[in-house]
């Protein structure tokens, strides 16, 4: 299982990487009985761990289980995704609540609603051969089989991310001399802010975007709105995302995310694709051989049959999305086709807007940043080879990974200001843009997290 997770974190400017912990330093309570006994750890077969007593007694050993909150308030590892047994954010837990649907006790039912991101479904789609469409509708079926009532797209979501991030980089750039908040970093990515807030805290946050990522507005989206058109409480609705990547199970358990009034959170279960693909052949199914049904058109701006995309790279465009949108708003330049300069390698590009041949990006004085907006993904080429993804068998992984990025680009693009679904959400639901509705349900904060030393993490 350890192999599906995300591996280092390279720092640009730096020559060092940082790795997740080799042992968690959280500690474990450990229940001790009164007396002195002498006892001996056998080792099964199947990996359990059995404590047998001098009297020749023996007694299964629990798993110490460590919450994703525990995670989230400790400072000993980096990702924090890793090594670590995370007991309610896997795919058993989403057949746990499916189990609970089919008993006689209705206080136990819950509607089951599943939001798929666009690169998980590419991953599989290129894992089984066929185009996304086709993959999209072979996964509605699968999922509605196994007792899912509702299966969304996560790319609806992220036109409000991609709107929101373009109105708080207008903002930032100009408010910037009282400020000094740019350059604005991007927040998608939860293994960099789970990085950023253990590592530099309240240096960094600033610069962070408060946007929420798809994948939480999503949360706000099924928890809220679509709660209300379904005549539900948000605790009545068991929300799951398959995502890409095992950090995305960390983003969900935030207490930001969490409803104290109906003790509920937005985002209730993330199975990656990795997960997917594991429950399929605990099915005993391909998906090649799934049956299809129309795609559904809520949440998705998009006619029946009809998958929508956005322009930009595999992690959702933010940089393209605010570089035109800035260009245009800012500085009255169309930008159509943007040339993407190569850095010290394919992972690190920039970008530059001229203008009357003056580079508006300037050169600042040494050791001041000259950007204004980063795009940061922890993993190497971004979302798309997420760790939770579906790694290759029988090809290279670099080939492997270009099937997939060409089928991410399949989809056709749309403009997030063309989608009218979401216009119309934004007043219908929100109350308009800026409103404090949609600041409540589009924004989220960060947070320093404190080193703690303890005997824990001293390497002896």
Same mark, same amino acid.
């Given at each position: ?221 099924? &928890? =809220?709105?679509?709660? *209300? /058109?379904?005549? @539900?409480?948000? +605790?009545?609705?068991?929300? #799951? ?102 850095? &010290? =390698?394919?992972?690190? *590009? /920039?970008?530059? @807007?001229?203008? +009357?041949?003056?580079?508006? #990006? ?99």
């Amino acid at each position: 299982m350890a192999s599906h997770f995300s591996g280092v974190l390279q720092l640009t400017d730096l020559d060092d990487f940082i790795g997740p912990s080799q042992e968690c330093i959280k500690p474990v309570k450990a229940e001790r009985k009164p007396g002195k006994s002498i006892a001996k750890i056998q080792i099964e077969d199947d990996g359990s761990y059995y404590q047998i007593n001098k009297d020749g007694a023996s007694q299964k050993l629990e798993k110490a289980k460590i919450t994703l909150n525990d995670c989230l308030a400790c400072s000993g590892c980096v990702t924090s995704a890793e090594t670590v047994l995370i007991s309610q954010q896997s795919h058993e837990e989403l057949y746990r609540i499916l189990h609970l649907n089919k008993t006689d006790d209705l206080s136990q039912h819950k509607l089951v609603v599943v939001s798929v991101s666009p690169q998980s479904r590419a991953s599989l789609a290129a894992k089984f051969n066929l185009s996304v469409t086709e993959t999209a509708k072979k996964l509605n079926t699968f999922f509605k089989q196994i007792g899912v009532h509702h299966v969304f797209d996560t790319t609806f979501a992220r036109n409000f991310s991609l709107l929101e991030s373009q109105r708080e980089f207008i903002r930032r750039f100009e408010r910037q001399k009282e400020e000094k908040t740019l350059p604005m970093l991007a927040s998608a990515c939860p293994g960099w802010i789970c990085y950023a807030e253990k590592t530099h805290g309240s240096f960094i946050i600033p610069y962070i975007s408060n946007t929420k990522s798809p994948q939480q507005v999503m949360g706000s989206l099924v &928890k =809220n709105h679509f709660a *209300q /058109e379904m005549n @539900l409480r948000p +605790d009545q609705i068991y929300h #799951v995302t398959v995502m890409p990547c095992y950090d995305k199970k960390l983003e969900a358990s935030r207490p930001d995310f969490f409803n104290q009034e109906y003790e509920t959170r937005d985002v209730d279960c993330v199975i990656t694709t990795g997960e997917v693909l594991r429950m399929l052949e605990q099915e005993r199914l391909s998906l090649s051989d799934v049956t299809s049904s129309p795609i559904p058109t809520l949440f998705s701006g998009a006619a029946e049959d009809e998958l929508l995309g956005h322009q930009g790279g595999g992690s959702g465009g933010y940089l393209e999305h605010i570089f035109k949108h800035a260009a245009r708003e800012l500085f009255g330049v169309n930008v159509e086709d943007i040339t993407y300069k190569p850095l &010290k =390698n394919k992972d690190f *590009q /920039e970008v530059t @807007l001229e203008r +009357d041949g003056q580079n508006l #990006v300037q050169k600042l004085k040494r050791g001041r940043c000259s950007y204004h907006y980063v795009e940061v993904m922890a993993c190497p080429s971004g979302c798309l080879n997420g760790g939770g993804q579906v790694r290759a068998e029988g090809e290279a992984g670099k080939d492997f990974l270009q099937r997939v990025e060409e089928l991410y680009g399949s989809t056709r693009t749309e403009l997030p200001e063309a989608n009218g679904e979401v216009q119309q959400l934004y007043e219908t639901w929100l109350g308009g843009s800026g409103s404090t509705k949609a600041e409540e349900a589009l924004h989220t904060q960060y947070h320093a997290v404190e080193k703690t030393n303890t005997g824990f993490n001293i390497k002896w």
